[in-house]
């Protein structure tokens, strides 16, 4: 636990342990904790055991499995991925059988048929405006999935809107890096900003900006990871944006591994089995060899691989390391476990032994949002949608801190607002996180989890006492109204639990005016930059709550008023996306 407790760093900057030669005869075979890396040919992965396919090593097309070993010589046998400590295992009442990982590759020339559209997202109406004087309290899980920001580009890049429903504002908001101040030492793991300003799409309200910035770990004082991937190789995942992109995203994540790190490989299809047992992060060779081997066909067995990945998971659990399972897949679960309800409750009950679960979603088509976002809520985890390379560097290389180093759990937050300044408020996003008043004080009731570095931002739009109200008054009564006219606007609580803890802490302090700039173009470019984030999704969903004349030049202008430090183009591409929900908006109307 200490080391959820180490002092403050700075931020981590883009890690690279990559050691790639231009050729590479063989691997090169070293001890202790030397790093053995080098392309994935099919001469150096069959003197680590892996016999692949003969095929164009330079494409990086996958191969498929061969059960044959061949060690180099004069080098004692290394572990073969069908070995007696890391055999494929089946679920009970499955064979051995696993098309897609170890059949031969697909002919050349074969065309995957199109999939139907089956895309699924949750269904979840927008959050209503509400009446302080009768609800004055708001509570929430935080959220610092990304997966729908992702997702939307996908679409927009295609050229098409996306679904309603595929917009969840919060992820669009917390995709990006605010630049909040982290920390200092004995603050605890949060340090909280926040900042009052008028709202830029409806007159008279106002938004109460809530920021949420972790301590980032220092390199050498990141835990240990057990990890094991669990990729999805059923015949649905043919394609480089499935498959394909799956192997390039895990060599990204294979770079960043150290020698105390061990990871294993689980495939499911019609059936799951363990490719590759625990092995330390500097073979990083054997890693790739692994993955690089993966091809696609059969059916799901979604929930037999869950179960196998979490039992790799629990033999090799380290109570001082990051335990996890990371599942990429397209969501398309049709054999075995399928029931999302069934899903939901194996990975709540899984996540109680230390180990969390991590989904990656893939492709288009058959995207199942619905079953992405119930597996990540209930593990303890992360959701991310991976459409491009670019993304998967950042998920697995420039945020590879906060994606897999948790500094806390069940987090919540609540915010109470003073009646007698505050008339109304509405929480924009988070509408499938939404809690109970009386979950916050509930240390069983499951929240999410913030990882190292990584920030939460949340966005309340309010209307002051004597502002313009969504309702009328009542004719023959009124609420009694109390509090301190000429007190604070709100009073904000978050709760956390520190990584393996039962208890939780508390943290709390007062919005105000001393919280508010004089004006709109000098408050804080962080909320500046979320304001044109959240206006961007909120129109993309259609919301109500945005008036017709904010338009997308509206959203545009305020964008490029605040789009500051932009080191990896993330800003000017969310530009571009804002033109291009223009004109995909103008085509469909």
Not at 197 to 208: D, L, M, N, Y
Not at 371 to 379: H, I, V
Not at 418 to 434: C, H
Not at 554 to 566: E, S, V
Request: glycine share 10%; net charge negative.
């Amino acid at each position: 636990m200490n080391r959820y407790r180490a002092s403050i760093a700075k931020p981590l900057g883009v890690l690279s342990l990559l050691l790639l030669p231009a050729t590479v005869p063989g691997p090169a075979w070293a001890a202790g904790d030397s790093v053995v890396d080098g392309l994935p040919t099919a001469t150096a992965c069959a003197e680590l055991g892996f016999a692949v396919a003969t095929r164009d090593d330079s494409s990086g097309s996958g191969a498929s499995f061969s059960l044959s070993v061949t060690p180099p010589p004069g080098v004692a046998p290394q572990p073969s991925p069908l070995a007696p400590n890391t055999a494929p295992r089946a679920a009970p009442s499955l064979n051995n059988s696993l098309p897609g990982a170890f059949a031969p590759s697909p002919q050349v020339g074969f065309l995957a048929e199109a999939p139907i559209d089956t895309e699924r997202y949750p269904n979840a109406t927008s959050n209503p405006i509400k009446q302080v004087a009768s609800e004055p309290v708001s509570t929430f899980s935080i959220d610092v999935d990304t997966a729908s920001y992702a997702n939307v580009r996908r679409f927009l890049n295609d050229g098409t809107l996306p679904p309603r429903d595929a917009v969840r504002v919060e992820e669009m908001i917390n995709y990006f890096d605010y630049g909040y101040l982290q920390p200092s030492t004995g603050e605890g793991p949060f340090a909280v900003h926040t900042a009052v300003t008028p709202s830029p799409w409806w007159a008279g309200r106002e938004i109460v900006h809530i920021g949420i910035q972790g301590y980032d770990l220092d390199r050498t004082a990141q835990p240990p990871l057990n990890l094991v991937f669990l990729v999805d190789v059923s015949g649905s995942m043919r394609g480089e944006d499935r498959l394909g992109l799956i192997q390039k995203a895990l060599n990204l994540l294979i770079d960043q591994l150290r020698p105390e790190d061990r990871v294993a490989l689980v495939v499911y299809a019609g059936a799951a089995g363990a490719v590759l047992g625990p092995t330390p992060g500097n073979q990083k060779l054997k890693l790739r060899c692994a993955v690089d081997a993966l091809t696609a066909g059969g059916s799901t067995a979604g929930g037999a691989g869950l179960a196998l990945a979490y039992d790799l998971a629990q033999e090799s659990l380290d109570t001082e390391a990051v335990n996890r399972v990371i599942l990429l897949t397209d969501g398309d679960f049709n054999v075995g476990i399928a029931d999302p309800e069934k899903l939901e409750d194996f990975v709540a009950e899984k996540r109680k032994t230390g180990v969390y679960l991590s989904v990656y979603g893939f492709g288009r088509g058959n995207y199942n949002d619905v079953m992405m976002q119930t597996l990540a809520q209930s593990g303890n985890g992360t959701a991310a949608y991976i459409d491009t390379l670019q993304e998967a560097r950042k998920r697995f290389r420039d945020d590879f801190s906060g994606t897999l180093y948790p500094i806390a759990d069940d987090v919540k937050i609540q915010v109470e607002f003073n009646p007698a300044r505050v008339a109304e408020y509405r929480l924009i996003g988070y509408e499938t996180r939404l809690l109970d008043r009386s979950d916050f004080n509930n240390d069983l009731v499951d929240a999410g989890e913030v990882g190292a570095g990584a920030s939460v931002t949340a966005l309340y739009e309010i209307t002051p006492v004597g502002g313009p109200l969504s309702v009328d008054p009542l004719r023959y009564a009124t609420p009694t109204v109390t509090g301190d006219p000429d007190g604070e606007l709100a009073y904000l609580k978050i709760r956390y639990k520190l990584p393996g803890e039962d208890s939780s802490l508390l943290i709390e302090r007062s919005i105000g005016d001393g919280d508010r700039p004089a004006a709109l173009n000098e408050a804080p470019e962080a909320t500046r930059w979320a304001l044109a984030v959240a206006a961007y999704g909120q129109r993309l969903r259609g919301d109500p709550y945005v008036a017709a004349d904010f338009d997308w030049p509206a959203i545009l202008a305020l964008a490029q008023g605040a789009r500051g430090d932009d080191p990896f183009g993330l800003r000017a591409e969310f530009v571009q996306l804002v033109r291009a929900a223009e004109t995909a908006r103008s085509v469909n109307e």
